[in-house]
């Protein structure tokens, strides 16, 4: 089994930061590909960061110059450092890896159970 884990959510007033952890445990052979996605009230879920384990980096438009993505890929874990937060930053937050369990195992997408990022005006 892979388990991923979100920290790091909570409430913050616009303008200010917040820095989101994840981390997968369990059965991994390999993770490719980790990433952050949202989604927001009566929208649909979108992708807001990922990284692969080369450390290529992509960033929705509405997210670049402000959220910053790394991951430490000998603790399996990936962070989202969020700045100048604004309101319509406000989602449950997902953490997703393409994880590999094991050698016989086929690769396949696996996700956290969310943290809530509200933004205040």
């Known amino acids: 089994q892979v388990q991923l884990v979100e920290s790091g959510g909570g409430l913050v007033q616009a303008g200010g930061s917040l820095r989101l952890s994840c981390a997968a445990s369990g059965s991994i052979f390999s993770i490719n590909t980790m990433g952050w996605y949202r989604q927001a009230p009566g929208k649909q879920r979108e992708s807001v960061a990922t990284?692969?384990?080369?450390?290529?980096?992509d960033y929705a438009d509405s997210v670049k110059g402000r959220f910053t993505i790394s991951r430490d890929n000998a603790k399996n874990t990936v962070c989202l450092q969020m700045n100048s937060l604004r309101p319509e930053d406000t989602a449950i937050y997902y953490c997703n890896a393409d994880v590999k369990p094991g050698v016989l195992f086929r690769r396949r997408d696996y996700w956290g159970q969310g943290t809530q990022v509200t933004v205040s005006s």
């Open positions: 990284i692969t384990s080369g450390g290529s980096t």
